[in-house]
């Protein structure tokens, strides 16, 4: 906030909306905190996906098209003799 502490805590005592908001947020960072530490004492273990869209050259994405259906259509033609 790029204001000193001192400045913090005058504030707080005057706003009471700024006190409430400061302790809104050590509840979340705390139960935060505390869920990481029930998870890590059971051993919790998870696996994370995560997607990434990226920009692709109109190319690639036609020639791998093309691929994909190549291959469909062989599977077909080998189904359907």
Same mark, same amino acid.
Do not use: H, P
């Given at each position: 906030?790029? +204001?000193?502490?001192?400045?913090?805590?005058?504030?707080?005592?005057?706003?009471? &909306? +700024?006190? &409430?908001?400061?302790?809104?947020?050590?509840?979340?960072?705390? $139960?935060?905190?505390?869920?990481?530490?029930?998870? $890590? &004492?059971? !051993?919790?273990?998870?696996?994370?996906?995560?997607?990434?869209?990226? !920009?692709? !050259?109109? !190319?690639? +994405?036609?020639?791998?098209? $093309?691929?994909?259906?190549?291959?469909?259509?062989?599977?077909?033609?080998?189904?359907?003799?």
């Amino acid at each position: 906030m790029c +204001i000193a502490y001192s400045t913090l805590k005058v504030w707080k005592e005057k706003y009471s &909306a +700024i006190s &409430a908001a400061l302790k809104r947020g050590k509840e979340v960072v705390g $139960r935060g905190v505390e869920n990481a530490l029930f998870k $890590r &004492a059971f !051993d919790f273990e998870y696996t994370e996906q995560t997607v990434k869209v990226v !920009d692709r !050259d109109k !190319d690639v +994405i036609e020639s791998e098209q $093309r691929e994909f259906e190549n291959r469909y259509s062989m599977r077909v033609l080998v189904y359907l003799v």
